[in-house]
């Protein structure tokens, strides 16, 4: 049972437009929300992370958004560059443990 | 200051053997995580080890272990090694200093491949 689902495999977009990449949710009590950047042969850098108590939050080029009703986060890359090229983690975890739970990940590939 | 590295970076081994994987963690981070990665999946969480204590562990069968020593490094030992363990092994350090909501630093992995 996957309690985090990024269902997009993969994601092309042009450089310069906007990259949103998705992550869904099954469990109510996560309440804090990570995404991850991989580039190959490398580990998962920490990208931005959101609060439950938060609907948004921004640094620089990105933004996350969380809608808890719908338990749907979604990346907002803007404008969209061809470092950003990589695998894209969502994690999540509960105030019960320290726990995260991971999503399949989305690989996001930036066209000149 | 150094990241997270983690040796040997590539491992093949045969069905039914063991093997050690070694994690040095950022200086000063005390919390060691280890995560296995497969093609298609996210990254499932092994246990995690904090002051040389195992605080937390996934679903993972026995033959999967783990211990971390004074200095902070980690070793992960798997038994009796079957198909299905050929994945990517991530290690990740924390500063634990405020629990799990500290950002997780990760090393570069053990690529490990079962014949």
């Known amino acids: 049972d996957q309690q985090v689902k990024q269902n997009s495999p993969s994601l092309s977009v042009q450089e310069g437009r906007i990259s949103i990449l998705n992550c869904d949710y099954t469990n109510s009590m996560f309440d804090y929300f990570l995404w991850y950047k991989k580039y190959p042969a490398e580990g998962p850098t920490f990208l931005i992370s959101?609060?439950?108590i938060k609907d948004k939050n921004e640094d620089g080029r990105f933004t996350v958004f969380l809608n808890k009703s719908a338990k749907h986060l979604s990346l907002h890359i803007v404008p969209s560059q061809p470092g950003d090229s990589a695998v894209y983690f969502c994690?999540?975890?509960?105030?019960?443990?320290?726990?995260?739970?991971w999503g399949a990940g989305t690989k996001l590939i930036i066209k000149p | 200051k150094a990241g997270v590295t983690q040796t040997p970076r590539y491992l093949i081994k045969t069905r039914g053997q063991q093997v050690t994987l070694s994690c040095s963690p950022i200086s000063g981070h005390r919390s060691v995580s280890w995560y296995q990665q497969t093609p298609g999946q996210g990254l499932q969480f092994l246990f995690e080890y904090f002051s040389e204590t195992q605080r937390n562990k996934g679903n993972f069968p026995g033959r999967f272990s783990g211990r971390q020593f004074s200095n902070s490094r980690s070793e992960m030992n798997v038994s009796t090694l079957e198909l299905g363990d050929s994945a990517l092994y991530l290690c990740?350090?924390?500063?634990?200093?405020?629990?799990?909501?500290?950002?997780?630093?990760f090393g570069p992995g053990t690529r490990l491949t079962v014949l």
């Open positions: 959101i609060s439950s």
């Open positions: 990740a350090s924390s500063l634990a200093t405020s629990g799990r909501r500290d950002t997780q630093y």
């Open positions: 994690a999540a975890s509960a105030d019960s443990n320290y726990q995260l739970i």
